[in-house]
């Protein structure tokens, strides 16, 4: 059991530095997009959506390393 959790870890972290560094690729066109779009419903629903993923991306990391 140990090792699977090793095992899952090894094959979680890369992908989540990957992502990071995406993040910080397109972050100054994310940022500007969002500033674009902050007001209204298109702003709630863009909210609506990081919420989602953030928490989807924690409950991903979670199982993975379960």
């Given at each position: 059991m140990l090792t699977a959790q090793s095992a899952?870890?090894?094959a979680v972290v890369p992908v989540l530095v990957l992502l990071a560094a995406l993040l910080m690729a397109v972050q100054p066109r994310l940022a500007g997009r969002a500033a674009a779009v902050r007001?209204?419903?298109l702003a709630r629903g863009l909210q609506a959506l990081v919420d989602v993923v953030?928490?989807?991306a924690v409950v991903g990391v979670v199982l993975a390393l379960t």
């Open positions: 899952a870890f090894d007001s209204g419903a953030a928490v989807g």
